[in-house]
């Protein structure tokens, strides 16, 4: 461990020891009252953090059924940011899923599928500018369009951005692209609600009895939009790279299919090329990663452009 880091423990009386978990963006450390310190290392920075503390307490007056995260406070700590937040109990349901009978692993999903519908009863504030909670670019706001016109345009800053590697690992790709436009030059008649974007078992916190206690992590994708966008990749993401070799994906298609009618499954199929598209490079921009991978391989999956709508 730095000195540096060293000493903002030591000013918040925090020991290594306190240490409760670890991951991409930040080091986890319980404190005494019951709150968290979140420990940034060069991965976020002070602006983000007020604006997603700002969200989050938008977020409060709200009853998903679960608790959601909120900001106590933000600081930057010589080259470390640190926020102070509430703790959310219960551990990731993605730390409980290798061992569960047929059984339990369908309650599971519907359990899940619940979790990410109940995030939709909140609306889009009316005062809300833009689609995209972190939209450097602007390319989300309202009054440039609706929901549809906003993919568009987001979709065409990312393929420019990587178009060669799509053109050589994705058949007929502008053919393809060319599909998807066309689509989403149709108006966007639906409702507005909010999206988590990275809905998965690893952001999903639940309890001895796998009753969902928590969210975490809204961020990048997080944004005001169709609902569907977040069943879509929360279908996809459940069990993201086949790591437990059950089928899970057809199995969960079917629970979402069966709960919210065979109509939606273009769309579905829509919104996952959709985000395949956009978050290709978002771990590697060179495209060279196991993500990059998952999405070309979304793209050349010929079923979902046939059905998609």
């Known amino acids: 461990m730095s000195q540096s880091k060293q000493a903002i423990l ?49 977020l409060q ?28 109990p219960g551990v990731p349901m993605a730390s409980t899923m290798a061992n569960l009978a047929p059984a339990d692993m369908e309650r599971l999903m519907q359990t899940y599928l619940s979790a990410v519908l109940a995030l939709h009863s909140i609306p889009m504030p009316p005062e809300v500018r833009q689609y995209k909670l972190f939209d450097e670019h602007g390319l989300s706001l309202r009054i ?93 993401f459940f069990d993201m790279y086949d790591d437990l070799k059950a089928d899970l994906r057809q199995r969960l298609l079917d629970v979402v299919l069966a709960r919210l009618g065979e109509g939606v499954r273009g769309v579905l199929y829509r919104y996952v090329l959709i985000y395949s598209l956009l978050s290709a490079n978002t771990y590697a921009p060179d495209c060279s990663d196991g993500h990059y991978r998952w999405c070309a391989a979304n793209l050349n999956h010929q079923p979902y452009w046939d059905a998609m709508a």
């Open 144 to 236: 440039h369009g609706n929901w549809h016109t906003f993919l568009t345009r987001w979709l065409a800053q990312k393929t420019a951005a990587i178009a060669p590697n799509f053109q050589r690992d994705v058949s007929d790709f502008a053919v393809k692209l060319t599909q998807l436009i066309d689509l989403l030059a149709q108006p966007y008649t639906g409702v507005h609600c909010l999206v988590h974007g990275d809905f998965f078992p690893g952001n999903l916190l639940v309890n001895q009895h796998h009753e969902v206690t928590a969210l975490l992590d809204f961020g990048l994708f997080t944004l005001w939009g169709d609902p569907l966008f977040d069943v879509a990749t929360a279908w996809v």
């Open 61 to 88: 007056g709200y009853d998903v059924g679960y608790a959601l995260p909120y900001i106590v406070s933000v600081a930057q700590e010589g080259a470390f940011c640190i926020t102070i937040e509430r703790h959310l």
């Open 10 to 58: 030591r000013k918040y009386g925090i020991s290594a020891q306190q240490r409760v978990s670890s991951g991409m963006e930040a080091e986890v450390y319980a404190l005494p009252d019951g709150t968290v310190l979140k420990l940034y290392d060069g991965t976020a920075n002070l602006a983000s953090l007020a604006v997603l503390r700002q969200f989050y307490a938008s």
